[in-house]
C-alpha cells in the first residue's frame, strides 16, 4: 500500500469506529426510513402473485396433485407463496432503506442502491454487508452551538469549536469530554468556551 493511500484508509477506520461508537440506531426508527410507496408496492405486488396463483390453480384443476382437495391445494399454493414472498420483501425494503440511509449520510444514494443491487445475483448480501459495514456516520450537532455538522470536519463551521481535539503531549485524538488524555494520562486542558461576538 503507497503512503497516499494509507491516510485515506486511516480516516475511514476512523469514521467505522466513530461511527460504532456513537450511533444507537434503533430499530423501530430505522424502519419508518423505508419508502411509503415502496411497501404498497410490494403489499400490491403480493396480492397480484397470490391471485395470479390461485387462478393458474384453477385451471390446471386434475393436473396438480390428485392426493389433494382443490381447497388444500389452494393453501398449499398460497403457503409457498407467501414463503417465497418474505425473504424477497425483506430484500426489497433493505434496497429502500439503504437508498434512503446513503442520502441522509451524505452518501451516493443511487450509487450504492446499484452496488447493491448488483451485487444481489453473484455475491448475495455481501452489497449489504459493504454497506453497512462502511457508511458514513450521520452528521450530528455541535456540542457547543448546536450546528449540524459532519463527522469529517475537524473544526465546527458555526462557532469554530475543535470537534477532534487532541492531547497537547502526544498529539493523539482524545474525547470531547475527556479530562485525562487516554494515551499518555496527561491532562487535557478544556477548549476555551465559545468567544462572545465582539
Ligand atoms: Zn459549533
Ligand atoms: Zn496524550
Not at 494515551?183 to 486542558?189: D, F, K, L, P
Request: charged share 15%; proline share 6%; aromatic share 10%.
Amino acid at each position: 500500500m503507497s503512503d497516499y493511500q494509507r491516510p485515506l484508509l486511516n480516516e475511514k477506520m476512523r469514521l467505522i469506529r466513530f461511527r460504532m461508537r456513537k450511533e444507537n440506531l434503533r430499530f423501530a426508527d430505522e424502519i419508518r426510513l423505508i419508502p411509503r410507496t415502496l411497501v404498497w408496492v410490494v403489499a400490491g405486488l403480493f396480492v397480484i402473485a397470490q391471485a395470479v396463483g390461485q387462478i393458474l390453480n384453477r385451471l390446471e384443476e386434475g393436473f396438480g396433485q390428485p392426493d389433494l382437495t382443490q381447497v388444500q391445494s389452494n393453501w398449499a399454493l398460497a403457503g409457498v407463496i407467501t414463503a417465497a414472498a418474505i425473504p424477497m420483501a425483506c430484500i426489497i425494503f433493505l434496497i429502500g432503506y439503504i437508498s434512503q440511509d446513503a442520502r441522509r449520510r451524505g452518501m451516493n444514494a443511487v450509487l450504492w442502491t446499484l452496488l447493491v443491487i448488483m451485487l444481489l445475483p453473484g455475491w448475495l448480501f455481501i452489497g449489504f454487508v459493504i454497506y453497512f459495514l462502511v457508511r458514513e456516520p450521520l452528521p450530528y450537532h455541535c456540542t457547543q452551538c448546536g450546528v449540524l455538522v459532519s463527522a469529517r470536519f475537524n473544526y465546527c463551521p458555526g462557532c469554530k469549536y475543535n470537534l477532534r481535539p487532541t492531547c497537547q503531549q502526544c498529539q493523539r485524538e482524545v474525547g470531547e469530554v475527556d479530562h485525562y488524555c487516554p494515551h499518555c494520562g496527561s491532562e487535557v486542558t478544556p477548549q476555551p468556551q465559545r468567544q462572545a461576538q465582539a
